[in-house]
């Protein structure tokens, strides 16, 4: 099992970066893909970016394309979304995922494909 804890949202003006930060505990966080997920309220969570195990494949929904980037540090057990020129639909909580898989390169692109969720951080873009 992994948990998962995110950090680092808040409040921010439109043109503005954050960087979100989830920390997983438990073993083995190397055998797990990453992504992060979003949800505005009214809406469906839909997924904002992935990461396979490895870093060496990355998925970015198109409206973050540019913007968003994700990475990884294995050592570390952390996964980041640096979130730059941030807009205002971007506001949401935003979650990180974890799922095991023995494919060091494949990513999951489903919310039904992860197994593991932290409890959200919420994102403001407004001035």
């Known amino acids: 099992q992994v948990q998962l804890v995110e950090s680092g949202g808040g409040l921010v003006q439109p043109g503005g970066s954050l960087r979100l930060t989830c920390a997983a505990s438990?073993?083995?966080?190397?055998?797990?893909?990453m992504g992060w997920f979003r949800q505005a309220p009214g809406k469906e969570r839909e997924c904002v970016s992935v990461i396979s195990r490895n870093a060496g494949n990355r998925y970015y929904t198109d409206s973050v394309k540019g913007r968003f980037t994700i990475s990884r540090d294995n050592a570390k057990n952390t996964v980041y979304l640096q979130m730059n020129s941030l807009k205002p639909e971007d506001t949401a909580v935003y979650y990180c995922?974890?799922?095991?898989?023995?494919?060091?390169?494949?990513?999951?692109?489903?919310?039904?494909?992860?197994?593991?969720w932290g409890q959200g951080t919420q994102v403001t873009v407004s001035s």
């Open positions: 995922a974890a799922r095991a898989t023995p494919n060091e390169t494949r990513t999951f692109l489903r919310r039904s494909d992860y197994d593991y």
């Open positions: 438990g073993r083995a966080f190397n055998m797990y893909a």
